[in-house]
C-alpha cells in the first residue's frame, strides 16, 4: 500500500458498513479519504476522531447523492479545485440499496431507486473520475465496485431479490466495459469488482423493511462476513502489483450456503 500513501481515495456510502470500515483502513494507511455520503454528520465526528488518534491520513466528510448526475459532476468539481486534493487516484464504488420489489408486483418507483443508486450512479463515478485522473495524467489509478454475489446468480424462491440482482449484473457488465475501453486507450489504469455474500451491514434492515428482530435473527443464524472482512479484501485489490488486475473476486462466508 505505501503507492498509494498521500494519495487521494473517493468512497462512496462511507458514513456506515463496508463503506465506513474501507475509509478507515484507507485512512490509516495514509490515503486522504474523500467520505461521500447523504448525511455527513457522523462523518465529520468520525474525521475528528481519526484526527485525534492520529490516523497516518484524513478523512474529508463530502455531501453527494449519487443517483443526481449534475450533483456528481458538482462532487468531482469540488475535489479538483480543491488544492488539497486536486483530484482522485482510487475509487471505491460501494453505496448500494436493496429493497424488497419483485418483478411481477414490486413498485418501478423503488426499482428506479435501485437502479439509479446501485447501477447508474457508480457508472457516472466511474466516468467522472476517469476524467479526473486523464487531466491529471494519472495511469496507475484503480477503481473499486462492490458487487454482489447476487449479481452472480438468483436464488430459486427468493422472488423479493430479482430486481437488486439485475442491477447487480448489469455492474458485472460495467466493470467488463471499462476494462475492455482502458484497454482500447493503453491505459494502466485498474478496474476492479469485489462480490461479497452475505455481509453483516444495515442494507438487511431495509431489506426487512426496518424489522430489527427480523434483521438480528437472519444475521444470527450463521457466522456470516464482516465489513472489515471485505474491506480487508479490497485494501488486498489495491496492494497487487501494477500488472495484476484482480477482476471480480466473489467471497462468502464459509457458514453461507448459497
Known sequence: MDKWTGRVALVTGASRGIGS???RMLCQQGMVVVALARDIAELEAIAVDYKTNGFEGSLVPMKCDITQPDRISALLNTI?????????????NNAAVAFAEPLLSGNPDVWATMVKTNFLGPTILAQEVFKSMKEREVDDGHIIFVNSLSGHRLLPGNKDLHMY?????ALRSIVEGLRLELRQLDSHIRVS?????????DIFKKL??????KTKKFLSE?????????ANLILSIM????????HDLL???TEQIP
Request: proline share 5%.
Open 21 to 23: 470500515s474501507v475509509a
Open 80 to 92: 479538483r479545485t480543491d488544492p488539497d486534493l486536486e483530484g482522485v487516484d482510487v475509487l471505491i
Open 165 to 169: 440482482s439485475a442491477t447487480k449484473f
Open 193 to 201: 469488482s469485489i462480490s461479497p455474500g452475505v455481509v453483516e451491514t
Open 208 to 213: 426487512f423493511d426496518n424489522d430489527e428482530e
Open 222 to 230: 450463521r457466522k456470516y462476513l464482516t465489513a472489515d472482512d471485505v
Open 239 to 246: 496492494s497487487q502489483p501494477g500488472h495484476v488486475q484482480i
Open 251 to 253: 467471497v462468502r462466508s
